[in-house]
């Protein structure tokens, strides 16, 4: 039985919120506090790492926005005794994490920046890779993705009072009734998640191409606009019919990502309440061959006791579909993490079923008539097809609105890291809401202390949120 569940889960629960935020501070009090970003971080640790004198005798390439070493394998064992005596950390990599072409290899950090925190050392250390030779291998191997990734969040900001006035009269004009939570004003709530996923892809998707940033022509005020791997995206640049809009269907806009100008065949989808736990590979998104991994659910949505409910709407909807076109059945949803996607599969169910995805582009709040496709009918579609397929992701799952929240999060943050995790609101009571938004933006300043180059130098570190 987990510390999660039965008689632990309750007495967890009873102990007061401080005293789990006081553990994780006690685990956490010697990470410095650092203005930088982590790429410039990154950077510090390389310099660090040629200046000492173990390191001095190798050359850091850099792959982007990684510094690499390559290192014989006869020489590995005495070059890490001897930069861990001289105040390195060193984290072996995971294989979800290794190159292809490496035979293991560490990330490598200062202990005077990363205090006890492998997962920091993981976000900006030096990669040292083991290779035959120690020489960086001529050819790529061909395990790897040679196409470029791209990154895609759909964000909005439903504290933006000309937003609310907008939803406030578009819903004025609906005929009919709304599935219950679809304009629930959790949705819409910003912890200022997005702030920490980027962070968080920086720190341990440095492979990453480009990233967009889908929203309702809503602009983070601490992101910074002129960095050339980033780009926000108006709504009205990606629909195809602007009558359509506003909307504020998180599945109508769904609908229109693959019309993103100068998208990458190739693209996680991500939602802002998603997270980047530990360093991670191309390949626990796609196969060799460039097709994307789907991470199905445990949870069936074609269970007689659970088909009425509003989130499965979308899946029976998905459903149908795929038994009208390819003969062929589902029933697990999947896991709320970043989907891995082909842009040209979202296209051919667009071309494909006209009618069926312009009725979910229609629909300005959640309806009966939806359909969900980056997030669940593309890994079917596309599987049917030949062209993606099941993988393994290790991710938590954590419902904001739990009793257990403060323990939930404070195991998350003590124990070992997942490769993702999603940190979920479907409903909040209105007076949970400050307390909620004060104890995830507490986590995440812990489990992401150094900002990213996305963010401008004057809006590094957020003020906490006054707790009620």
């Known amino acids: 039985m987990s510390l999660e569940s039965g008689w632990k889960g309750r007495v967890g629960a009873m102990i007061p919120p401080g005293y789990w935020r006081r553990a994780v501070e006690i685990m956490d009090n ?95 250390g030096v990669r040292l890779l083991v290779v035959p030779g120690g020489k960086a291998p001529a050819l790529s191997s061909v395990l790897e993705v040679s196409e470029p990734i791209d990154l895609v969040y759909t964000w909005v900001d ?90 504020f269907n998180s599945h109508a806009i769904e609908s229109q990502l693959h019309r993103i100008p100068d998208l990458a065949e190739r693209f996680l989808y991500v939602n802002d309440d998603v997270f980047f736990g530990r360093l991670l590979g191309q390949h626990v998104f796609y196969t060799p061959t460039g097709y994307p991994k789907f991470a199905l659910s445990d949870g069936r949505f074609d269970l007689e006791e659970t088909q009425n409910l509003p989130v499965n709407v ?42 069926e995805t312009r009725r979910t582009a229609r629909a300005r709040f959640r309806s009966e008539s939806d359909l969900s496709i980056p997030s669940s009918l593309a890994h079917y579609y596309g599987c049917a097809m030949g062209v993606a397929f099941p993988g393994e992701i290790d991710y938590r799952y954590i419902d904001l609105s739990s009793e257990q929240v403060h323990l939930k ?23 949970e809401r400050v307390d909620r938004t004060f104890t995830v933006q507490d986590f995440l300043r812990h489990v992401f202390p150094w900002p990213s180059s996305f963010e401008t130098s004057e809006n590094h570190m957020p003020p906490a949120v006054p707790h009620g």
């Open 30 to 124: 010697k990470t410095p506090a650092s203005a930088s970003s982590i790429a410039d971080l990154r950077r510090l640790q390389a310099e660090a790492f040629e200046s000492s004198s173990p390191g001095s005798a190798y050359r850091v390439q850099w792959q982007g926005d990684l510094a690499l070493v390559y290192v014989d394998s006869r020489e590995a064992p005495k070059l890490c005794s001897e930069l861990r005596a001289r105040g390195f950390s060193l984290v072996p990599m995971a294989e979800d994490a290794l190159d292809p072409g490496a035979m293991f290899g560490w990330s490598c950090a200062t202990k005077s920046q990363t205090g006890r925190r492998g997962d920091l050392v993981e976000a900006i």
């Open 158 to 247: 439903g504290a933006d009072e000309a937003w609310q006035r907008r939803r406030s009269e578009t819903q004025a004009k609906i005929t009919g009734h709304l599935l219950p939570t679809a304009d629930d004003p959790a949705r819409y709530t910003s912890h200022d998640e997005l702030r920490y996923s980027l962070r968080s892809a920086e720190a341990f998707l440095p492979w990453v191409n480009h990233i967009y940033v889908v929203t309702a022509g809503q602009r983070p005020g601490w992101l910074n606009e002129a960095h050339p791997k980033i780009s926000l995206i108006d709504h009205e640049e990606i629909f195809e019919d602007r009558d359509m809009l506003p909307t």
């Open 314 to 355: 979308a899946a029976l909807n998905n459903n149908r579909l795929l038994q009208a076109t390819f003969g062929k059945s589902a029933a697990h949803k999947f896991k709320h993490v970043a989907h891995a996607q082909l842009r040209t599969t979202l296209s051919t169910i667009a071309q494909k079923h006209p009618e």
């Open 409 to 431: 999060l404070s195991r998350l943050f003590l124990q070992k890291r997942p490769q993702m995790f999603c940190l979920n609101e479907v409903s909040t009571r209105r007076h």
